[in-house]
């Protein structure tokens, strides 16, 4: 994907469209929202944080939250949707050189991991700066939804271009499930919980259709809570 942030160029209409939407607000920060529990006291560190919408909540429920992002118009948005959190604009591809080793209790990295080329490299920077007893909770498309969409074989690692409904043109990796979980483990994560999530039922009046269909098809997204192997020290 190399340095460019996508999103950039549709942030403001991209902050419109997940605040309320049904794939963001109904079904992916609900399920990372539950995997990441109880965050009051916590020192969360939000990875390609968007627009803020993940941590206005997190900052609701007591945490202490500090974000980055690729685009500076989405730290922008986020530094005015959060005000108490600590915004900065950083490229995944670069260490977190800002951040002291175990700094963090939780690492959120919600729907990012497939714009990222060193997927090792920046799972490894993020098990650096956790606790011990830390956890990093990520969610991604889900790879059966990907295969159906682009066709190909499934096992393939390879870069796609898709227009998305709202006419937004992006590029991203698409990977199975078996390379997400062996990445993790290369950067020194056991998995502790994957959830392949229903969206929320009070959804359901919003958009039947959808929900219906989520609600039975692993077609959206899948998340997951891995913690640092404690084995490696």
Sequence with gaps: MGSFPQYEVFADQFLDHARDGFYNAHYDRPACLALLGEVTGQHVLDAACGPGLYAEELTRRGARVTGFDLSPRMVELAEERVPAGTFRVQDLARPLDWLPDGSVDQVLFALALEYVDDRVAALREFRRVLRPDGALVLSRMHPFGDWLRNGGSYFDVRVIEEVWSQGWQVRCWLAPLESTCEELREAGFLIE?????????????????????????????????????????
């Design 193 to 233: 919980c994957l959830r392949e999530p229903r969206p929320a039922p009070e959804s359901a009046e919003l958009d039947p259709e959808r929900y219906a269909r989520l609600r039975d098809e692993p077609t959206g997204f899948l998340a997951l809570r891995a913690i640092p192997d404690p084995r490696l020290g």
